[in-house]
């Protein structure tokens, strides 16, 4: 099992805002279209959810960076643009939640009212905002690896240990 390491903890929580926000959006949109109240409480639930997970996500982000200190495979200013991306899409999904966190609150206090038109209105646009912003991080984030120079290379670079370009010895993969 690899170390936990701020790199390998950022690839394992950073789908959580981006499935959340999706989701959220996907109930609104059916909430608006079908007028069920059970949709836009899913819609700001998820949402609510989405924005207390932005932060840890965005943290661990920035702790990757400082671990990777920018190595010689990634292209140059991949990081930051991703990095500027997710504050964007932070401070957004931090906003959508804190709304939604609120229309959820009220909606549950006041069961027999229909939520206010106003607040299915900034659930959607927030759900939308959060959708677009996490949208364009993650396909910058795609791009980190995607775009890496090495990848180019016809060969792998010389000198590499052992289990990086080819198998360690005594893996058993194509080991004689």
């Known amino acids: 099992m690899p170390p936990l390491t701020w790199p390998y903890t950022h690839l394992l929580i950073n789908h959580f805002p981006i499935v ?13 279209l079908l007028r069920r ?3 836009w409480l899913y819609a700001m639930g998820t949402l609510t959810v989405a924005g207390l ?12 960076d400082h671990a990777l200190h920018d190595p010689w495979y990634i292209a140059r200013g991949a990081i930051d643009a991703h990095d ?12 959508a939640g804190v709304v939604a966190a609120y229309g959820w609150w009220r909606a549950l206090r006041r069961r027999d009212e229909i939520i ?12 939308l905002a959060g959708f677009a912003s996490v949208a364009y ?32 010895h005594g893996s058993g993969l194509g080991s004689e």
């Open 116 to 127: 206010p038109a106003w607040i299915r209105a900034l659930v959607l646009a927030g759900a």
């Open 37 to 39: 109240r059970g949709l």
């Open 137 to 168: 991080t993650s396909y910058l984030g795609g791009k980190i690896i995607h775009d890496a120079p090495v990848l180019t290379l016809p060969t792998a670079p010389a000198n590499l240990p052992p289990g990086i370009a080819t198998p360690p």
């Open 53 to 64: 997970s932005i932060y840890p996500v965005h943290f661990s982000g920035d702790q990757a």
């Open 20 to 32: 959340l926000v999706t989701m959220a959006l996907v109930a609104a949109l059916g909430g608006l």
């Open 84 to 95: 500027d991306a997710a504050g964007v899409a932070m401070v957004i999904i931090l906003i």
